[in-house]
């Protein structure tokens, strides 16, 4: 069964500072995982989508890596933003669910607060 | 459309009342899922539909929810005779066909018990 782990759970950092979050998956088969950012009271907003058979995407300020075979990913914000601050969510697209589906296995989140 | 679009996008209803909350899809979308987030907690899957398969319903919690899609078009999610513990965020997203596609969601309907 897949399960996912996002560490910190919550996160604290000065405005502009460089930061890292982390996920992590129990199964290597997968299509794609994808991280989402959700602001309090909202839906969540794609930021990255990353194939399995790519090591990184980039998009702006932000930099996911993907190492399928270690089942980790980590999203990198470069000089982050009070406007950064967010529950960060990572899912994964496993290759094979039950046979029936793929659906999305979401991850419990990082809450992430840039303090001006 | 531009997004995925749920509506309501709050509902409160009183304890036994049936809901049915409505989301939208992405235009062409052939993929469309249903989540639920309890306050503080993560996304739990409830539905699944691809096209014209039959939906993968494994995480619908009880008897009392259902959902319906017609063809590629809007879903319906019914809770019937609320509880509640059903008091929670929906949310929507459906991807493009094929699995290397990225998933959007929208921006979901808080659901309050009463």
């Known amino acids: 069964k897949q399960e996912v782990t996002q560490i910190p759970a919550a996160l604290s950092v000065p405005e502009g500072e460089n930061l890292v979050l982390n996920c992590s998956f129990t199964?290597?088969?997968?299509?794609?995982l994808q991280w989402f950012r959700q602001d309090p009271g909202k839906g969540l907003t794609s930021l990255l989508l990353i194939q399995s058979s790519q090591r990184e995407q980039t998009s702006g300020r932000l930099n996911a890596s993907l190492d399928k075979s270690s089942g980790r990913s980590t999203l990198y914000i470069a000089a982050s933003q009070p406007g950064d601050s967010a529950t960060y969510l990572c899912?994964?697209?496993?290759?094979?669910?039950?046979?029936?589906?793929?659906?999305?296995?979401f991850g419990t989140g990082t809450l992430l607060a840039v303090q001006p | 459309g531009a997004g995925v679009s749920q509506s309501p996008s709050n509902k409160v209803t009183e304890k036994g009342k049936d809901v049915e909350l409505r989301c939208d899809p992405i235009s062409g979308h052939t993929a469309l899922y249903w989540y639920r987030q309890r306050l503080g907690q993560g996304l739990e899957f409830l539905i699944y539909?691809?096209?014209?398969?039959?939906?993968?319903k494994s995480g619908l919690p009880s008897d009392r929810f259902s959902a319906e899609r017609t063809g590629e078009s809007v879903s319906t999610l019914t809770i019937q005779r609320t509880q509640q513990e059903d008091s929670a965020v929906y949310l929507c997203?459906?991807?493009?066909?094929?699995?290397?596609?990225?998933?959007?969601f929208g921006q979901g309907t808080r659901l309050t018990v009463v």
């Open positions: 899912a994964v697209r496993p290759r094979r669910y039950g046979g029936a589906t793929n659906k999305l296995i």
């Open positions: 199964d290597s088969a997968i299509y794609n």
């Open positions: 997203a459906s991807t493009n066909r094929g699995m290397n596609t990225e998933a959007f």
């Open positions: 539909f691809q096209g014209n398969s039959a939906p993968d």
